[in-house]
Antibody, heavy 112, light 106 residues
Framework: EVQLLESGGSLVQPGGSLRLSCVVS????????LTWVRQAPGKGLEWVST????????YSADSVKGRFTISRDDSKNTIYLQMNNLRAEDTAVYYC?????WGQGTLVTVSS | DIQMTQSPSTLSASVGDRVTITCRAS??????LAWHQQKPGKAPRVLIF???SLESGVPSRFSGRGSGTEFTLTINGLQTDDVGTYYC?????????FGQGTRVDI
């Protein structure tokens, strides 16, 4: 059974915007904070952003602060990552995760 | 930020071997440490969370130990299916941080 399903990745030009979505199984949606983690090609895992169960608290890596915003829609069991002013170094597979589960990832490529 | 340091960076062993990967945190993470396995071209999956809790469906040859700043992942009886990269990850404090990874080969 798929519990975390990401979508929204694509090719975008530098300076552009993109919104990623992650649909979460209702049975686990409110059990633990939800997180975005990314992995650049050939590199390790990098934490991006986390949103609390209530949605009242969010946390983001310095590398994306001011550009990326995490949010949640409890009526749709979905979290989002709004990514603005994208840079080449944001190119990565973006994973939605909720300890101890991972989604399958969605690829974001920032290139002209 | 809490730095997570894994050793070794690469590991080559034989089928049936017992292998251990170590992860050290620059400050205490209490028990809030997970181990992730990533096979080439695949999404990561959690093997161990809360330092020593085996995730559902993970073979019992995997085990985790430790608390505070020192943690280990042990594979008792390495299998060909275990080839991949292993990451430790602290989720005690933001920013969450990952180790640099340990590549395991047969």
């Amino acid at each position: 059974e798929v519990q975390l399903l990401e979508s929204g990745g694509s090719l975008v030009q530098p300076g552009g915007s993109l919104r990623l979505s992650c649909v979460v199984s209702p049975t686990i949606f409110k059990t633990f904070p939800l997180t975005w983690v990314r992995q650049a090609p050939g590199k390790g895992l990098e934490w991006v952003s986390t949103i609390s169960i209530s949605g009242l608290s969010t946390y983001s890596a310095d590398s994306v602060k001011g550009r990326f915003t995490i949010s949640r829609d409890d009526s749709k069991n979905t979290i989002y990552l709004q990514m603005n002013n994208l840079r080449a170094e944001d190119t990565a597979v973006y994973y939605c995760m909720q300890v101890p589960l991972w989604g399958q990832g969605t690829l974001v490529t920032v290139s002209s | 930020d809490i730095q997570m340091t894994q050793s070794p960076s690469t590991l080559s062993a034989s089928v049936g071997d017992r292998v251990t990967i170590t992860c050290r945190a620059s400050q205490t993470v209490v028990k809030w440490l997970a181990w992730h396995q990533q096979k080439p071209g695949k999404a990561p999956r959690v093997l161990i969370f809360e330092s020593s809790s085996l995730e559902s469906g993970v073979p019992s040859r995997f085990s985790g130990r430790g608390s505070g700043t020192e943690f280990t992942l042990t594979i008792n009886g390495l299998q060909t299916d275990d080839v991949g990269t292993y990451y430790c990850h602290q989720y005690n404090a933001y920013p969450w941080t990952f180790g640099q990874g340990t590549r395991v080969d047969i």
